[in-house]
């Protein structure tokens, strides 16, 4: 017997297909990267199959996973960087999905920052997109994490990162791209825009040297 809902995983799997599409149109899951989840509820999670074309998803494309990374149900495999995500759902008990890509401006921005460790954004009225930004008089820190293949070993900083206390509403990894999350889908993808957009605020000062 499934001990998940199997109406949450159809209406998962179509939010992911159809975050997707638009991600894909855009140009940021290049040549079958990134990877989406939703959290169906305290245990599980839908998230993609690894290495399918994420701009061209279907139910097929989506499996559940347990929040140790997995596979419930299925023998496919999900998606190599599953335990990024399920750590979410495991640290923050509001996160309801969680978006990862790989545009050319995060892809840059992550070469860019990787030495300083994290990107600082200051004074810019889209701050305001991140939930729990009432102002563009704050500041909000990007951390870039080393990239790396062992997962657990990435999973570990973030932990550390979350543990120091610093608020955390995404990451760069070195080389690679973003992870964003929000309460739900609607509020991921407004993340994962506003992120976007503030790295190409901040990669233009860069290319007019101010
Ligand atoms: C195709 S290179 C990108 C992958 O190595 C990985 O970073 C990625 O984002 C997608 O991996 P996936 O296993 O399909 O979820
Ligand atoms: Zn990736």
Not at 19 to 28: E, F, N, S
Not at 189 to 202: Q, T, V
Request: hydrophobic share 40%.
């Amino acid at each position: 017997m499934k001990n998940y809902d199997a109406r949450q995983l159809a209406h998962a799997a179509l939010q992911i297909a159809d975050a997707g599409r638009d991600l894909a149109v855009r140009g940021w899951t290049p040549a079958t990267s990134s990877n989406f989840s939703v959290r169906l509820d305290d245990a599980h999670a839908a998230i993609t199959i690894s290495g399918r074309d994420k701009g061209n998803l279907g139910a097929d494309d989506v499996m559940v996973v347990d929040l140790h990374g997995k596979a419930v149900d299925t023998d496919a495999r999900p998606s190599a960087e599953t335990l990024l995500h399920t750590q979410i759902y495991a640290r923050y008990a509001d996160a309801g999905a969680v978006l990862h890509t790989h545009s050319h401006n995060q892809t840059v921005a992550s070469r860019l920052w990787a030495k300083a460790g994290a990107i600082r954004f200051e004074g810019w009225e889209l701050l305001k997109a991140i939930s729990g930004t009432p102002t563009h008089e704050t500041v909000i820190i990007l951390p870039v994490f080393p990239n790396t293949q062992d997962m657990p070993a990435l999973v570990k900083q973030v932990d550390a990162y979350i543990d120091s206390g610093t608020p955390l509403h995404g990451y760069l990894i070195d080389g690679h791209g973003i992870y964003t999350w929000g309460r739900d889908m609607a509020e991921t993808r407004r993340h994962l825009e506003a992120f976007e957009f503030l790295l190409a605020c901040e990669l233009d000062l860069r290319r007019l040297n101010r």
